[in-house]
Structures are given as C-alpha cells and as structure tokens.
C-alpha cells in the first residue's frame, strides 16, 4: 500500500509556471506506475501525464503536450509535475495516482489502472 501527498498548487497568471509534487510513503515506491490526474468543477476527472516504474516510458495528454514534464526520483519516493505556459482552462484539482502491479515500461492513462489517490492540489490559472 503507499499513500500520496501532493504539494505545489497554488494561484498564477496566465504564461507562468508551477511544479507540483507528489511525496509516496512506502519502501516500494518504484513498483508503482505513477501519474497525475486533474478534474474542473462540473468536467469528469482527466489524465494529465504518466510515467513508468523506472522513468523511461512517459504520456501526456494531447492538451499539455510541450508545456508540462512528469518526472521520478525513485531514491526519494517523490514524482513531480512541472508545468510551462499556464492556461486558464489548465485550473483544476491536480491528483496524484500509483498503479500497483505495473509493468516495467507501462505507462497508464485510465484511472481504472490506479488504485492509490491523493488528496489533490489546487491549480487556478487567471487571465
């Protein structure tokens, strides 16, 4: 089992940038496909980006393609989020998820494959 806690949302313009965080307890961390989800008031919950166990096999979905990076540090059970080029329609609650049972170069965008949910971060992008 791991649990997840996200960190780093917060408020900006639009063009700005934020880095979200995902902190995992656990000592089996890397085990887990990881990735980030986000939902808008009133929309159904989206994927954003995923990554694979060891960090080599990365998704973005077609709407942040170019502006933001998933990446892993499997040494400190942390996955971040780094996003570029803020838009307004980018606001949401971004959650972190985990994949137990992965494979070793899988990456996930259904959030059927993921088990492990935190409890969200708050991105609001102004114009």
């Known amino acids: 089992q791991v649990q997840l806690v996200e960190s780093g949302g917060g408020s900006v313009q639009a063009g700005e940038s934020l880095r979200l965080s995902c902190a995992a307890s656990?000592?089996?961390?890397?085990?887990?496909?990881m990735g980030w989800f986000r939902q808008a008031p009133g929309k159904e919950r989206e994927s954003v980006a995923a990554i694979s166990r060891g960090g080599s096999s990365t998704y973005y979905a077609d709407s942040v393609k170019g502006r933001f990076t998933i990446s892993r540090d499997n040494a400190e059970n942390m996955v971040y989020l780094q996003m570029n080029s803020l838009k307004p329609e980018d606001t949401a609650v971004y959650y972190c998820?985990?994949?137990?049972?992965?494979?070793?170069?899988?990456?996930?965008?259904?959030?059927?494959?993921?088990?492990?949910w935190g409890q969200g971060t708050q991105v609001t992008v102004s114009s």
């Open positions: 998820a985990a994949a137990s049972g992965a494979s070793l170069n899988g990456v996930y965008y259904r959030d059927q494959n993921y088990a492990y």
């Open positions: 656990g000592r089996t961390f890397i085990t887990y496909g």
